[in-house]
């Protein structure tokens, strides 16, 4: 014992080990203890490292409920079915499903918006991507007058970047500060924080408020469209950390987009937990932009209800991952009051669905349009048109707002696929009814908030500084 030499992390990585939280614990006892090579050997026999779990070569089944019809189509489609021709052969995987309004979001194996991923047992923080959450809320103002239902929203909604400042927060629920507090991937104050000043707020992108009155009633609607913020953001980062250390221990061969959580571990329970709170926070988000304009409004509310089209849901060791896809079957949202919705764009009516699983869908519809085409090609497409031009033809006869003054053109209904076509494929591949539709008066988006954004405009200001220096 005299000779023993202190090991490390190294030896035991030399010794065919792969590193893992209990190395530390494992390394002190061996060199406190000073044991033998044979009782180290035999110390270590419940760490031993399960085995290294291949890629599914052959691939789990997916259901393509899209076809291209026009042109412009073609590669978008092709790129999201080699998509998820790569994503099925992640060991988890056992199904999967394509929806109309499907169009790629990164390289190759990463899900696409429109894509069902279904996995055992595990939950893949990069198919439900930051935007933990996404989803769309109404509510039913009855006969209210639809501009005075906008007006009322615009004063009270916020969208672009960062949060509310102190005056302008709404109340934080105490049941949902506690739920925070409560689980280990939300209680940092950082999170916390996020969670507070984010709250009523819409972010950007293709987030909105939309008003209009519904087909068959006449009654006026608002339905906002906006994920979890900052603070989904920030958990989903957190759990892409957790996957990839399993992922590089238990199948370094995935591709590291699709790395999961064993739902069995510590972390798998408490990141599931933590989605659930961040689900109910959500929720929440919508909740008050809605009764802060019913508020001010003085206004009934007839019917409210809500779905998200970007999260995990879960039916027995089944983990539905669902990146800009409806949920139809009731097993996923428990707490459902009402039929689905799926927005078109803003021309377009929100749609109000309700439909059966079948075989195909998986219990699902599509979210929305998609795109065929990237920001970047897009505006491109429009060549030399004014943005002003393209706004005045694209918006006639509805009241649309851009929040910050700016109009995004890549927001504009000729960014997103043709909405009959999405319509039509519904019908074919059996993926929801339409019961209602919500026809459009307006609505409010962030619009190009980086075009003014405060930095651009300090920048410029020091930029013009100097040159009047220089003079």
């Known amino acids: 014992m005299e000779n023993y030499k202190n090991i490390s992390g190294d030896t035991l990585i030399k010794l065919g080990y792969r590193p893992g939280k209990w190395f530390k614990e494992a390394i002190e006892y061996i060199n406190e203890n000073k044991l033998t090579e044979e009782a180290m050997t035999e110390y270590l026999l419940p760490y031993v490292s399960q085995p290294i779990i291949p890629l599914n070569k052959a691939g789990a089944p997916f259901a393509i409920n899209i076809r291209a019809e026009e042109e412009v189509e073609i590669s978008n489609v092709e790129s999201v079915i080699a998509s998820m021709q790569e994503i099925v052969k992640t060991p988890t995987v056992v199904g999967g499903a394509i929806m109309p309004d499907a169009c790629p979001t990164g390289p190759i194996g990463t899900i696409p918006v429109g894509g069902v991923v279904v996995t055992r047992n595990s939950i893949h923080p990069g198919m439900h991507s930051a935007d933990i959450c996404c989803s769309v809320l109404l509510t039913d103002f009855g006969k209210t007058n639809p501009q005075d239902v906008l007006d009322a929203a615009h004063s009270i909604t916020h969208f672009g970047p960062g949060g509310r400042d102190r005056d302008t927060q709404f109340r934080f629920p105490t049941e949902l500060l506690e739920a925070f507090e409560q689980n280990a991937f939300l209680k940092d104050q950082q999170m916390i924080a996020a969670a507070r000043s984010h709250l009523g707020t819409q972010g950007d992108g293709n987030h909105f408020l939309f008003v209009g009155t519904s087909k068959l009633t006449g009654n006026t609607m608002m339905i906002t469209h906006h994920g979890s913020r900052g603070v989904g953001a920030r958990l989903y980062d957190k759990g892409m950390k957790i996957a990839e250390k399993f992922r590089k221990e238990i199948s370094p061969d995935t591709l590291k987009q699709n790395a999961w959580i064993p739902f069995e571990t510590e972390e798998g329970k408490a990141y ?153 494929q519904m019908d074919e591949f059996g993926l929801g009814k339409v019961i209602d539709e919500v026809m459009p008066f307006g609505c409010i988006m962030a619009g190009d908030w980086e075009k003014n954004a405060p930095w651009k405009q300090k920048r410029l200001r020091k930029m013009e500084e100097r040159q009047k220096n220089e003079k």
């Open 272 to 424: 599931w937990d933590a989605l659930q709170v961040i689900r109910s926070w959500t929720k929440a988000n919508h909740e008050v932009i809605h009764n802060a304009t019913a508020e001010k409004l003085g206004a009934e509310v007839e019917n409210r209800f809500w779905n998200e089209h970007n999260f995990v849901f879960k039916k027995d060791d089944l983990f539905y991952h669902a990146k800009g896809a409806t949920p139809l079957d009731a097993a996923f949202m428990p707490d459902i009051t009402g039929p689905r919705l799926i927005p078109l764009n803003m021309s377009e009516p929100v749609l109000i669905v309700e439909g059966e699983t079948t075989g195909s869908n998986l219990g699902f519809a599509p979210h929305g349009a998609g795109r065929n085409l990237s920001r970047t090609q897009h505006r491109r497409s429009k060549g030399d048109q004014s943005i002003e031009s393209i706004f005045a033809e694209e918006t006639a006869g509805l009241d649309v707002r851009f929040f910050s003054k700016e109009i995004d053109i890549t927001e504009l209904p000729s960014a997103y696929k043709n909405a009959t076509t999405v319509r039509n």
